[in-house]
């Protein structure tokens, strides 16, 4: 038979506009991103360059496609830039910004708003201090009470349920390879804001030197963040300590005394420092708890491959690193394995961020439980408060449970198919039943103390399983795939109507989330509490180190046993969180009551 015909050879295969292919030895098109029109064809007109074949050649031994693309544009889909210091940007070869100038932007700018804030602080703590002294109650009493509000309605429990819910949702596309209509894709967008992604608004990724610097950067950059934090508290607490002994000294002499004015002692400065490392200590958990699943996907970025049909009749593929279109996944005729260069630092980052900081924040909550379980508020259990807030004494290490799984779902899933998993649906039941499982044991455990926490985190978990149920079915309906089985299998005409679900599930978390917020916020504003009479303000709750109770209340048990107990009860429900001995609650042997009363910093 005579094959000379156009169109008869894979070599004279035409290949429309809009679409790519890896080599002139395979059939299997692919789509290119319409938007950007940097897919010519073979109808277009392209430019020699050292990084395409020749269009007229064979191509069994060369590494990169035919020239498909438009000029300026090369690699897999055409998404990559042949000219240096430029970056891909809505489809168009760009040029680099002034690296440079832009982080000295940012830091100029982030000093700028720390510096401000911390004047804010100095202003309104001066404020307040000073309206506190003649009794009225200043914007500082205002503030306690909206943060003792936002506490008792367990506000953070919530946002920290929406921040993980939308975090995951925000991978869909880039891990689960979900292509949603054109005309909700914008709406998706938004959730990246949830990954604290800082790193993308100052430099763009491809226009560091290389993929190994990116990982270096994406890595260790929170680690400065939270140093900067450490010193911004340190700053803070000098304005605090600065502007108290400085009141102090104008006070008129007749409400001064002595000790309100001597000099601080080792005593104090040794408070004075407990307090400044609890608070860094909280603001370095909080800091890991937002990076953890970015940071984590960010150093699988040398494990992200897109595998492409290179040659029909060998059945040889060609894979790609997303993040880096110009080195190779794979060994094939013509090109090398490049990405087993980024293998040690992807496993040294790897072990430090999904492997040790998930352990040490478990090491913490264990820790912790002994504490709770011993009615002890010691250093370490305030400043881990935040992993540990919201949740029921036996559950303390919950947290690290729902990290994991989050750590799952955006990162370590990436281990599944590495080249193909996007364009499959391995990953995504793989998902959908760590999802399914997790709200399982969610519903089992009940970690949560409120009632309310644990309505939104069963929703949220509820939600996510269903949004990777319905993403398999958005996969099915993608044009140019599965479209012809779309309609057969779920009575969808196209992806549009499967978008329509995907969307009203995220609209739902947010709106249901916002309503119990709301709620619980408006309640806890009104509820009854127990106020200081010159100040308005509650009453902070701090224990003594050598205490495990608030409170011991002492009866007769013949005549003042139903009295105490009411007494106790309206106290607990007035003050959430006081700890209070009482002889039905706590009392487990007579022989050590002295001890008991010992363990209370207060006995009435």
């Not at 500082?140 to 509000?149: E, L």
């Not at 913490?364 to 250093?379: H, I």
Request: aromatic letters at 10%; hydrophobic letters at 45%; proline letters at 4%.
């Amino acid at each position: 038979a005579t094959c000379s015909s156009p169109g008869t050879t894979h070599a004279s295969l035409g290949v429309p506009s809009g679409y790519w292919r890896a080599s002139n030895l395979t059939a299997v098109l692919y789509r290119c991103d319409s938007a950007s029109g940097a897919c010519l064809g073979s109808e277009g007109n392209p430019t020699s360059s050292s990084r395409r074949l020749d269009a007229a050649g064979d191509g069994a031994t060369a590494a990169e496609p035919p020239g498909y693309c438009k000029p300026g544009h090369s690699g897999p889909l055409c998404e990559l830039c042949i000219e240096e210091e430029h970056y891909l940007n809505d489809g168009e070869c760009e040029v680099c910004p002034a690296v440079r100038w832009r982080v000295i932007i940012g830091l100029v700018v982030g000093a700028s708003l720390g510096i401000a804030l911390l004047a804010v602080a100095y202003g309104v703590l001066s404020s307040a201090r000073q309206q506190g002294r003649s009794g009225r109650p200043g914007c500082m009493s205002r503030m306690r009470t909206w943060a003792f509000a936002v506490a008792r309605a367990g506000i953070v429990v919530k946002l920290k349920v929406a921040i993980s819910f939308y975090q995951v949702m925000s991978v869909f596309g880039t891990v689960y390879g979900i292509e949603v209509d054109p005309e909700f894709a914008h709406l998706f967008d938004w959730f990246a804001f949830t990954n604290f992604n800082v790193l993308r608004l100052i430099i763009p990724s491809d226009c560091l030197s290389t993929l190994k610097h990116h990982m270096l950067i994406s890595a260790l950059w929170p680690f400065g963040a939270t140093l900067l934090a450490a010193i911004a508290l340190v700053v803070y607490e000098i304005l605090v300590i600065s502007t108290k002994t400085l009141i102090d000294a104008r006070r008129p002499p007749s409400d001064s005394s002595p000790s309100s004015v001597a000099p601080p002692n080792a005593a104090s400065m040794s408070v004075t420092v407990r307090r400044i490392t609890r608070r860094c200590l909280r603001f370095i958990i909080f800091i890991l708890f937002l990076m953890l699943p970015s940071v984590s996907r960010s150093i699988f970025v040398a494990r992200q491959c897109e595998a492409f049909k290179y040659d029909d009749a060998d059945d040889q593929w060609i894979s790609f690193l997303v993040a880096d279109p110009s080195m190779h996944c794979n060994v094939g005729p013509g090109w090398d394995n490049d990405s087993r260069s980024l293998d040690t630092t992807f496993w040294a980052f790897f072990a430090l961020w999904p492997c040790a900081i998930p352990l040490i924040f478990l090491g913490l909550t264990v820790l912790v439980r002994q504490q709770r379980m011993k009615n002890k508020r010691a250093f370490l259990s305030k400043g881990c408060h935040f992993l540990w807030n919201g949740y029921r004494v036996a559950f303390t290490f919950w947290e690290v449970v729902d990290l994991w799984r989050k750590i799952f779902l955006t990162a370590l899933v990436l281990f599944i198919d590495p080249e193909e998993g996007s364009n499959r649906f391995l990953r995504l039941i793989a998902a959908t039943m760590v999802s399914a499982l997790y709200l399982a044991a969610l519903g089992l455990a009940q970690p949560y103390q409120s009632y309310s926490d644990f309505v939104v985190a069963m929703l949220s978990s509820l939600l996510l399983t269903c949004g990777f149920a319905l993403s398999t079915v958005v996969k099915l309906c993608e044009k140019g795939r599965w479209a012809e089985s779309c309609e057969a299998f779920t009575m969808l005409k196209d992806s549009y109507d499967a978008s329509v679900l995907t969307v009203i599930l995220s609209l739902t978390m947010v709106i249901f989330a916002l309503i119990v917020v709301v709620f619980t916020l408006a309640n806890a504003a009104k509820a009854r509490t127990i106020r200081l009479a010159a100040t308005g303000r509650q009453l902070v709750l701090d224990l003594p180190r050598s205490s495990q109770f608030h409170l011991m209340v002492s009866h007769t048990w013949s005549t003042g046993q139903d009295a105490a107990h009411t007494l106790v009860r309206q106290l607990q429900l007035l003050l959430p969180g006081v700890l209070i001995w009482l002889d039905v609650d706590n009392l487990e042997n007579v022989g050590r009551l002295e001890d008991s009363i010992a363990s209370a910093a207060v006995v009435v």
